[in-house]
């Protein structure tokens, strides 16, 4: 959908990392629509090759960056003709990143590889609009440094942490009484802990509300992704952890809301669609622009409910509290052994409650470092995944079945 007020605004270039992904394809969705005022300058993806083709073909960006150099040498062959450079591995993205001509790089990649290139894109003071939760999750502490010293933009496009944005927008850190990230209670809410240790994949999978991978599907129903949220919005809006909580919100359409000093209440609204937080992400600081997604009718929901969190129930919400309260390198511990336990529960390795039984030992067994440098928050990582790794494997499907 193209818009007759197109020519007021200057086209902005941009970047994208992890674009074959779920976020990626709808941020390229948005950019459709609204073809006078983007233009895609570089495109990172994995290994999904025929998909990542079709993007080249309709966008024209002039780089891009795959992860095998393979790929990247087949690439490079089907796309002589258009003068297309064609990069790979951890440099490749990185140059994706830090092209002189971007503007805006949005990082919707998958899990710490988002890390290098959003801090190569902040040195090269570009603003970034993020949906990768493990960088701020394993390193907010470096990510927000840079950010500070470059003075650039950080921009969220979780619907959640787009939601208090907005609500925030003309606001000081200093009216904040309280952030309430809300939580739709995923396909789980109303069972019970005795149900719930008995509980497949298959079942955990099944998200009441949105359409997600499987990985992020699984955190949904463990609550870890509102953990993982948690501690983004403890960096993103620079409040303490006591200021952040989550309450139950089954329909969905409160995405967020803030409460202020003095009572008050703002909420954002909208309907379950990624493509709002990312096309405000993308237009930002510009006013808002009219689309064709679908809109929210308050007939459509006649009442709206909430509900307090049982943590008994969903320990791994808990879990992420600690890593929080922990600091350092807890919370890349936190995002690597959660990683390692959901692969094994959807290999139906590990039951429901072994997830959070296996985070809650690795994270035992780490020894923090409490300021670390990029370096060292990778090191916990691989040795968080390694140590989770031996769990399960030593464990076997016996691990957290009790």
């Not at 796309?79 to 993205?93: A, H, S, W």
């Not at 801090?119 to 500070?148: F, M, Q």
Request: net charge positive; with cysteine.
């Amino acid at each position: 959908m193209g818009n007759r007020d197109d020519k007021k605004y200057s086209m902005k270039n941009i970047a994208l990392l992890g674009s074959t992904g779920s976020i990626g394809t709808q941020t390229l969705d948005v950019v459709s629509q609204f073809p006078g005022s983007f233009k895609v300058t570089g495109l990172a993806a994995g290994s999904n090759i025929q998909l990542l083709k079709q993007q080249v073909s309709k966008f024209h960006p002039k780089e891009i960056s795959v992860k095998d150099e393979g790929d990247a040498a087949i690439l490079q062959k089907d796309f002589k003709k258009d003068n297309l450079k064609v990069y790979f591995g951890d440099e490749g993205i990185v140059r994706v990143a830090t092209n002189p001509r971007v503007e805006t790089v949005a990082v919707a990649t998958s899990g710490l590889a988002g890390i290098k290139p959003t801090l190569a894109a902040i040195r090269a003071h570009k603003t970034v609009a993020l949906a990768t939760k493990e960088v701020l999750v394993s390193a907010g502490s470096v990510v927000i440094t840079e950010i500070k010293k470059k003075k650039v933009k950080l921009l969220p496009i979780d619907s959640e942490h787009s939601a208090i944005f907005q609500c925030l927008e003309g606001k000081s850190t200093q009216e904040i009484a309280t952030i309430y990230l809300t939580c739709s209670g995923g396909p789980f809410r109303t069972k019970t802990f005795k149900e719930l240790k008995n509980v497949k994949a298959s079942q955990a999978l099944k998200h009441p509300t949105w359409n997600m991978g499987k990985k992020i599907t699984i955190d949904s129903a463990t609550l870890m992704n509102k953990g993982f949220e948690i501690i983004e919005a403890m960096w993103l809006f620079k409040v303490p952890l006591a200021k952040i909580k989550v309450i139950v919100h089954p329909q969905s359409v409160i995405h967020s809301a803030v409460e202020f000093v003095d009572g008050s209440i703002i909420a954002q609204l909208g309907p379950a669609d990624m493509r709002l937080p990312i096309q405000h992400a993308l237009f930002y600081p510009h006013e808002r622009r009219p689309n064709n997604f679908k809109r929210f009718r308050f007939s459509d929901y006649p009442a709206l409910s909430f509900e307090e969190l049982d943590l008994d129930k969903f320990p791994c919400l808990a879990l992420a509290y600690q890593a929080a309260r922990l600091g350092g390198t807890c919370c890349a511990v936190l995002t690597a052994a959660n990683d390692v336990a959901v692969e094994a529960f959807l290999k139906d390795e590990l039951s429901f409650y072994g997830i959070p039984r296996v985070i809650e030992t690795t994270l035992a067994k780490h020894r923090n470092k409490k300021r670390p440098k990029i370096e060292e928050i990778l090191e916990s990582d691989l040795w968080a995944r390694k140590t989770a790794g031996q769990l399960v494997k030593i464990s076997g499907r016996g691990f957290g079945r009790r």
